[in-house]
């Protein structure tokens, strides 16, 4: 997995739509600084497709403890921002990764073969609806 800088973004912006890098870097600039704002007032951002960045509200916390001392620490209540992924994204990170994943199990009539691809097949199955239900939540 590889990780895509502000950089990358600028390199890719300006070889797509053929601007200077200065131009595509005041683009990036000017869209991450919209977004910042937008969190930081509150506001739900919203893309169709890839998803939506919402603000929520964490309780504060008197059960913390300092993992050195062992003495409990109070946390107050702050913001978080939250991230879910649109239909469109979340249907492809759900896609099977790489060659192994994509080979179906062989039927065979030997009860081990059999019961590993049920096995196959019930994961598969409860697979996408897990990773649907599960909260995607992002400290910043």
């Known amino acids: 997995m590889n990780t895509v800088t502000k950089a990358d973004l600028v390199k890719t912006i300006a070889t797509e739509f053929g601007y200077s890098k200065t131009e595509a870097r005041a683009s990036v600039d000017a869209f991450f600084e919209a977004l910042t704002e937008a969190i930081i007032e509150g506001n739900r951002i919203e893309a169709r497709g890839f998803g939506a960045f919402t603000v929520k509200q964490a309780n504060a916390k008197a059960g913390a403890r300092n993992p050195k001392t062992g003495e409990k620490v109070y946390v107050p209540a702050r913001r978080k921002v939250a991230f879910k992924?649109?239909?469109?994204?979340?249907?492809?990170?759900?896609?099977?990764?790489?060659?192994?994943?994509q080979q179906q199990p062989e039927k065979s009539n030997g009860s081990s073969n059999q019961a590993?691809?049920?096995?196959?097949?019930?994961?598969?199955?409860?697979?996408?609806?897990?990773?649907?239900?599960?909260?995607?939540?992002?400290?910043?």
């Open 85 to 101: 992924p649109g239909r469109i994204l979340r249907e492809a990170l759900s896609k099977p990764v790489g060659e192994d994943a």
């Open 116 to 140: 590993d691809a049920n096995q196959h097949a019930s994961v598969q199955a409860n697979g996408p609806s897990y990773a649907e239900n599960q909260p995607t939540i992002s400290n910043v």
